[in-house]
């Protein structure tokens, strides 16, 4: 993400699951990935705020298409507030969440939108009731904080998709690559088994690999190392993606995966959309995207994807964080399937 200002570092609140440490080891995951019920019709989707502001007339559209597919939707707080380029204040925007969460009538909670915000109230947040009764959380961009703490502390599944901005104004007049898109989002939600497939790119290292599906932006991704939301990877398939950053900056933040160990016991990498900032003149870079990511890899036997449908980009497929997947690379597709 391209954004002015991070923190580097912060501390993460939430209790954990009883029985578990506040912080999970170093050396062990929590136990199996723990999947939230799916849902069914008459649940209810909350939808809230978490980062960036947006009005209740903007939602409009993903609240008509969720009520057709069954789902009853509760409005938070945070929608329609406005706090600079905020959907509400720290304090209004964590309450609201927390509100989502510990509601049980709430079986799901969409983030209306992404921009930048989460890290500043995760350390706000009790993860109590989350932890004792699971639920789908949806979003991506900025909401890769919350799918990173979830696994990392809970082993708690989550959703990596587009959010309420994303939907379409008139359903008839949408592209077909947008209705796949939205229309993966139910299908996540409502259990169906994921399966998607990317164009061949002849820079892609065949082979085949089972993990659990981690990920998100990788600038957040970044963000979060040696906090105690980051990501443990070993015998994971990681995905990344990002938008708006130069190819240096790219560059510096796969060498963050490699010196922190994210690289070197993946089970596979899934390299998804990058809208890149051309280079300054005379600032060349003089390295394309793949040229960066197989740099760092090169001395490792698992299997990388290119051009995955999945970020900044129409083709942004529904992926369930936290869910064991099978990545086949070959030299005539590539897919990623859920088992």
Same mark, same amino acid.
């Given at each position: 993400?391209?954004? =002015?200002?991070?923190?580097?570092?912060?501390?993460?609140?939430?209790?954990?699951?009883?029985?578990?440490?506040?912080?999970?080891?170093?050396?062990?995951?929590?136990?199996?990935?723990?999947?939230?019920? &799916?849902?069914?019709?008459?649940?209810?989707?909350?939808?809230?705020?978490?980062?960036?502001?947006?009005?209740?007339?903007?939602?409009?559209?993903?609240?008509?298409?969720?009520?057709?597919?069954?789902?009853?939707?509760?409005?938070?707080?945070?929608?329609?507030?406005?706090?600079?380029?905020?959907?509400?204040?720290?304090?209004?925007?964590?309450?609201?969440?927390?509100?989502?969460?510990?509601?049980?009538?709430?079986?799901?909670?969409?983030?209306?939108?992404?921009? &930048?915000?989460?890290?500043?109230?995760?350390?706000?947040?009790?993860?109590?009731?989350?932890?004792?009764?699971?639920?789908?959380?949806?979003?991506?961009?900025?909401?890769?904080?919350?799918?990173?703490?979830?696994?990392? @502390?809970?082993?708690?599944?989550?959703?990596?998709?587009?959010?309420?901005?994303?939907?379409?104004?008139?359903?008839?007049?949408?592209?077909?690559?947008?209705?796949?898109?939205?229309?993966?989002? %139910?299908?996540? #939600?409502?259990?169906?088994?994921?399966?998607?497939?990317?164009?061949?790119?002849?820079?892609? +290292?065949?082979?085949?690999?089972?993990?659990?599906?981690?990920?998100?932006?990788?600038?957040?991704?970044?963000?979060?190392?040696?906090?105690?939301?980051?990501?443990?990877?070993? @015998?994971?398939? #990681?995905?990344?993606?990002?938008?708006?950053?130069?190819?240096?900056?790219?560059?510096?933040?796969?060498? @963050?995966? +490699?010196?922190?160990?994210?690289?070197?016991?993946?089970?596979?990498?899934?390299?998804?959309?990058?809208?890149? +900032?051309?280079?300054?003149?005379?600032?060349?870079?003089?390295?394309?995207?793949?040229?960066?990511?197989?740099? =760092?890899? =090169?001395?490792?036997?698992?299997?990388?994807?290119?051009?995955?449908?999945?970020?900044?980009?129409?083709?942004?497929?529904?992926? %369930?964080?936290?869910?064991?997947?099978?990545?086949?690379?070959?030299?005539?597709?590539?897919?990623?399937?859920?088992?």
């Amino acid at each position: 993400m391209n954004r =002015k200002h991070f923190l580097s570092s912060f501390l993460v609140a939430g209790l954990p699951v009883p029985g578990w440490s506040a912080l999970v080891s170093d050396e062990k995951d929590p136990a199996a990935p723990i999947l939230p019920r &799916y849902l069914k019709p008459g649940d209810t989707v909350g939808i809230t705020c978490p980062a960036g502001s947006i009005t209740l007339e903007e939602i409009q559209p993903a609240m008509i298409q969720m009520v057709e597919w069954g789902f009853n939707i509760k409005v938070g707080d945070t929608v329609g507030k406005k706090d600079f380029t905020f959907g509400g204040t720290d304090e209004e925007r964590a309450r609201d969440f927390q509100q989502m969460i510990d509601d049980p009538k709430v079986k799901a909670i969409m983030c209306a939108r992404g921009g &930048y915000g989460f890290v500043r109230i995760i350390d706000k947040l009790n993860f109590t009731k989350l932890a004792a009764q699971p639920k789908w959380i949806i979003g991506f961009s900025d909401v890769t904080v919350l799918h990173c703490h979830l696994n990392r @502390n809970y082993g708690i599944a989550s959703i990596h998709s587009k959010m309420c901005n994303s939907f379409p104004d008139d359903w008839n007049k949408a592209e077909p690559i947008q209705i796949e898109t939205i229309l993966s989002i %139910k299908q996540a #939600l409502t259990g169906q088994k994921m399966k998607y497939t990317a164009p061949v790119h002849l820079q892609n +290292k065949p082979g085949r690999a089972e993990g659990t599906l981690i990920g998100g932006n990788l600038k957040l991704i970044e963000t979060l190392a040696g906090t105690k939301s980051d990501l443990r990877t070993t @015998n994971k398939i #990681l995905f990344v993606e990002d938008t708006g950053e130069y190819l240096y900056s790219i560059d510096r933040m796969f060498w @963050n995966l +490699k010196r922190t160990g994210k690289l070197e016991k993946l089970a596979g990498l899934i390299v998804g959309g990058f809208k890149i +900032k051309p280079d300054d003149v005379g600032e060349e870079f003089g390295r394309t995207l793949q040229d960066i990511v197989l740099d =760092k890899v =090169k001395e490792y036997n698992y299997p990388v994807c290119f051009d995955f449908p999945v970020g900044h980009q129409r083709n942004n497929y529904a992926l %369930k964080c936290g869910v064991v997947h099978r990545l086949t690379v070959s030299t005539t597709e590539a897919t990623l399937r859920e088992i």
